[in-house]
Nanobody
Framework: QVQLVESGGGSVQAGGSLKLSCTTSGYSSTTNYMAWLRQAPGKEREGVAGIYTLRGSTVYNDDVKGRFTISLDNAKNTMYLQMNALKPEDSAMYYC???????????????????WGQGTQVTVSS
C-alpha cells in the first residue's frame, strides 16, 4: 500500500521560504517518477515540480521555475520541495504524488499520478 505523508506547510509573507517534505513508502520499485502538485480553491490541480528518480532529472511549472527546487533523498525515502521567493499566488494545498510503473522522464501531468498524499497547506500573504 502506497503511503505518502507531507509536512512543512504553513503561513508566510510574500518573499519568504518554506520547505515541504514527503515521506514515502509502499510503492513499486519500478516506479521512477514523482512530483509535487498543488490545488488552489476554485482552480484545477496542477503540477509544480517533477523528478525522475533514475537520473534525478527535474521539470518545473513555468510559474515556479527559478524559485522552487525539488529533490529526493533515497536513503530516507523522502522527497522535498524547497520554495523560495514565495508569492501570494503560490497559496494552495500542496500534494506529494507518486507515479505508477515506468516513465521516460519527469512529468507534471496530474493524470499520471494515481497516488497522492493528504496534502499540506501553504498560505502566502502579501
Amino acid at each position: 500500500q502506497v503511503q505518502l505523508v507531507e509536512s512543512g506547510g504553513g503561513s508566510v509573507q510574500a518573499g519568504g521560504s518554506l520547505k515541504l517534505s514527503c515521506t514515502t513508502s509502499g510503492y513499486s520499485s519500478t516506479t521512477n517518477y514523482m512530483a509535487w502538485l498543488r490545488q488552489a480553491p476554485g482552480k484545477e490541480r496542477e503540477g509544480v515540480a517533477g523528478i525522475y528518480t533514475l537520473r534525478g532529472s527535474t521539470v518545473y511549472n513555468d510559474d515556479v521555475k527559478g524559485r522552487f527546487t525539488i529533490s529526493l533523498d533515497n536513503a530516507k525515502n523522502t522527497m522535498y520541495l524547497q520554495m523560495n521567493a514565495l508569492k501570494p499566488e503560490d497559496s494552495a494545498m500542496y500534494y506529494c504524488a507518486v507515479g505508477a510503473g515506468w516513465a521516460s522522464g519527469p512529468t507534471l501531468a496530474p493524470s499520471r499520478y494515481p497516488h497522492w498524499g493528504q496534502g499540506t497547506q501553504v498560505t502566502v500573504s502579501s
